[in-house]
């Protein structure tokens, strides 16, 4: 099992960036997947979530600027993120679940560290 993220970058606050994660060993279609974030000093947070129904939640935070998504076809996660700030900073990783005790929404899963895979992460900065 291997979840690979891609598409961090540096940009200026307002900008866009899409991040992708490809999966492999498991199908996406079946897995509550998720993408959180972790800034310098911070702890880990969920930012976003897909349930596999389709039923996306968010961060408060980056509600109405972040899309998240997936391809089933293609077997991967994505996460647009649009009006970039700089508190969006962090490194972003790729998570993914196919328990179904629980409910796959921000507000359960936000500290959430027991999924069971996860990727190692890209490198999203942006600047004022």
């Known amino acids: 099992v291997q979840l690979v993220e891609s598409g961090g970058g540096s940009v200026q606050a307002g900008g866009s960036l899409r991040l992708s994660c490809v999966a492999s060993?498991?199908?996406?279609?079946?897995?509550?997947m998720a993408w959180f974030r972790q800034a310098p000093g911070k702890e880990r947070e969920g930012v976003a979530f897909?349930?596999?129904?389709?039923?996306?939640s968010y961060l408060d935070s980056v509600k109405g600027r972040f899309t998240i998504s997936k391809d089933n076809g293609k077997n991967t996660l994505y996460l647009q993120m649009d009006k970039l700030i700089p508190e969006d900073t962090a490194k972003y990783y790729c998570a993914a679940d196919g328990g179904t005790y629980f409910n796959c929404r921000a507000s359960t899963l936000r500290y959430y560290y027991g999924l069971d895979y996860w990727g190692k992460g890209t490198l999203v900065t942006i600047s004022s």
């Open positions: 060993g498991f199908t996406v279609i079946s897995y509550c």
């Open positions: 897909i349930d596999r129904d389709g039923t996306t």
